[in-house]
T-cell receptor, first 115, second 116 residues
Framework: DVKVTQSSRYLVKRTGEKVFLECVQDMDHENMFWYRQDPGLGLRLIYFSYDVKMKEKGDIPEGYSVSREKKERFSLILESASTNQTSMYLC??????????????FGPGTRLTVL | AQKITQTQPGMFVQEKEAVTLDCTYDTSDPSYGLFWYKQPSSGEMIFLIYQGSYDQQNATEGRYSLNFQKARKSANLVISASQLGDSAMYFCAMRDVNSGYSTLTFGKGTMLLVSP
């Protein structure tokens, strides 16, 4: 079974703090993704990575950065957390095969509150 | 730009009944994929079922089936014999080719409540 883990289920930070959200997958997937989920807005893609040290902006990258130093690990960084970044953050991974085999598998999510 | 629409914010169904969750999509790509995910209150997104645009038959996975109507651009999820554990948010998503890489665009979701 694919296993995607995230470092924290719940996190509370203060405005202006630097925040690291960590994601690890154990299936040797090439692709990894970070989403945020807000009520009424569904999931929105922040950043994704298709290989080590490679990254691409998603739909809402402003205020975020990412790091992928190892294939299994993808970090989301909030350089200076703001209250409007209070949200549920979901990490996912997938292979690069098409035809349905690139199904994304998700971690349990991190609920971040910025005070 | 691709778009996914889920028009039902919430659905109620009694246990053991079937329920259909609607999803329509908009794309100009001839090749695409459609996914359904379940998100229980715990928060984790669970993959349910996949339908490719060239698949000849509707996808099925246990109690889940996908009613794929290509001409109408709809990909409705059918859950047969609902169970209490089916109460969750359900998201429809479409594969998008973003700068040559495969990403997903999600709908806003439908909350399903199954009553005894």
């Amino acid at each position: 079974d694919v296993k995607v883990t995230q470092s924290s289920r719940y996190l509370v930070k203060r405005t202006g703090e630097k925040v690291f959200l960590e994601c690890v997958q154990d299936m040797d997937h090439e692709n990894m993704f970070w989403y945020r989920q807000d009520p009424g807005l569904g999931l929105r893609l922040i950043y994704f990575s298709y290989d080590v040290k490679m990254k691409e902006k998603g739909d809402i990258p402003e205020g975020y950065s990412v790091s992928r130093e190892k294939k299994e690990r993808f970090s989301l960084i909030l350089e200076s957390a703001s209250t409007n970044q209070t949200s549920m953050y979901l990490c996912a991974s997938s292979t690069q095969l098409a035809g349905g085999a690139d199904t994304q598998y998700f971690g349990p999510g991190t609920r971040l509150t910025v005070l | 730009a691709q778009k996914i629409t889920q028009t039902q914010p919430g659905m109620f169904v009694q246990e053991k009944e079937a329920v259909t969750l609607d999803c329509t999509y908009d794309t100009s790509d001839p090749s695409y994929g459609l996914f359904w995910y379940k998100q229980p209150s715990s928060g984790e997104m669970i993959f349910l079922i996949y339908q490719g645009s060239y698949d000849q038959q509707n996808a099925t996975e246990g109690r889940y089936s996908l009613n794929f109507q290509k001409a109408r651009k709809s990909a409705n999820l059918v859950i047969s014999a609902s169970q209490l554990g089916d109460s969750a948010m359900y998201f429809c998503a479409m594969r998008d080719v973003n700068s040559g890489y495969s990403t997903l665009t999600f709908g806003k979701g439908t909350m399903l409540l199954v009553s005894p």
